[in-house]
């Protein structure tokens, strides 16, 4: 999926929607957030803060086509509107008239077309699904779990920095989850000593735990590199979850072995 397949996709799930009420729980529905969520708001505006940057960044390849500014209106700049956290409290009803006219679809329908040549490989909803498993099977072990504060707030930090990456995924593609690996082995590497310390003194029930999350990031770091296997420029694209898993899992090893 290319950057204007993933808008015209939110695009046409935005204007399917019949039933007006606030556009907090329209987009929820857009993004498949369950609308329990405790901070359904800030996970909303994170999301829709990310869909102004995708079509801003749609038209930035565009506009390296020499694509005119003038192709992608309407349904750019009212799509954009829309996708604002001040308007998270108004009525679906206000803006779908703006949204739907067939104008708009047109403009998304071409922008995926126009972009084909920039499509990564898709996270099938099985492998979606399954990594969100293990994240909510890690979060529940860790809340059971007894183990050092430093230790429980390393593996938490992890679990939201992933999940929050997967939350990202259907709007801006692979970006998001490589940035967040980017983190985790930047929280591995920088964090080395004390974390090393804290596993040392763990309980095996604890190490356990930090073991599972290890082998949790390394599979999403494949899951990644799978999605990147695109042509840009002539070159293929940098294998950021190969680089990761390179950086992690020795580490892990070292933990284990006492090193």
Request: net charge negative; with cysteine; proline share 5%.
């Amino acid at each position: 999926m290319n950057p204007g397949a993933r808008l015209h996709r939110i695009y046409e799930k935005l204007a399917a929607k019949m039933t007006d009420q606030r556009m907090v729980e329209t987009w929820a529905e857009v993004f498949d957030l369950d609308k329990s969520l405790p901070h359904l708001e800030d996970e909303v505006t994170n999301l829709v803060m990310a869909l102004r940057s995708e079509i801003k960044f749609a038209r930035e390849r565009l506009d390296s086509y020499g694509v005119p500014p003038n192709l992608t209106s309407p349904g750019f700049e009212r799509l954009t509107q829309v996708a604002s956290p001040g308007q998270l409290h108004s009525g679906w009803n206000g803006h779908r008239g703006n949204i739907q006219p067939p104008e708009c679809r047109k403009v998304f329908e071409w922008v995926e077309w126009a972009l084909r040549e920039e499509d990564e490989a898709d996270m099938s909803a099985d492998e979606m699904q399954q990594l969100r498993s293990e994240l909510d099977a890690l979060e529940s072990s860790l809340r059971e779990a007894d183990m050092a504060p430093y230790l429980r707030d390393f593996v938490q930090r992890q679990v939201d920095t992933i999940r929050s990456a997967l939350r990202m995924y259907g709007v801006q593609g692979v970006k998001p989850v490589q940035d967040a690996l980017q983190k985790v082995a930047g929280a591995y590497k920088t964090q080395e000593r004390p974390l090393a310390q804290a596993y040392e003194a763990a309980a095996p029930p604890a190490k356990s735990l930090f073991e599972r999350t290890s082998g949790m990031v390394d599979r999403v770091a494949k899951v990644s590199d799978s999605l990147c296997k695109i042509k840009k420029a002539g070159e293929e694209a940098i294998a950021v979850g190969s680089a990761v898993s390179a950086l992690v899992l020795p580490y892990a090893s070292k933990l284990l072995s006492g090193g």
